[in-house]
């Protein structure tokens, strides 16, 4: 079965930075889009950044110059670098597989920006 476990949630000051990671099995993993969305308490899921099977990235306007997604196919990994951090980045983060009608989810890592 398809399985996504994602890592590297944690609790940072304002300016820092984390690295979250997603790591795929069950599946053709090259063949498929990964995307990171975030989720904030009282507030709807938002799509941060996509890269899909080509490389081709984007990002919410708010993550621009901040974060980088990225993928590496033979480690079955995405990643998202985040820099400059700021509390409203605050939010549990998903990691998100999609090829054609498939979609799966991992279970989210919380983080957390707070002086």
């Known amino acids: 079965q398809v399985h996504l476990v994602e890592s590297g949630g944690g609790l940072v000051q304002p300016g820092g930075s984390l690295r979250l990671s997603c790591a795929a099995s069950?599946?053709?993993?090259?063949?498929?889009?990964m995307t990171w969305y975030r989720q904030a308490p009282g507030k709807q899921r938002e799509l941060v950044a996509t890269?899909?099977?080509?490389?081709?990235?984007t990002y919410v306007d708010s993550a621009k110059g901040r974060f980088t997604i990225s993928r590496d196919n033979a480690k079955r990994t995405a990643y998202l670098q985040m820099n400059n951090l700021r509390p409203e980045d605050t939010a549990i983060y998903y990691c998100?597989?999609?090829?054609?009608?498939?979609?799966?989810w991992g279970q989210g890592t919380q983080v957390t920006v707070s002086s």
């Open positions: 998100n597989a999609n090829f054609a009608h498939l979609s799966y």
């Open positions: 069950g599946m053709l993993y090259s063949r498929y889009n």
């Open positions: 890269i899909i099977s080509g490389g081709t990235t």
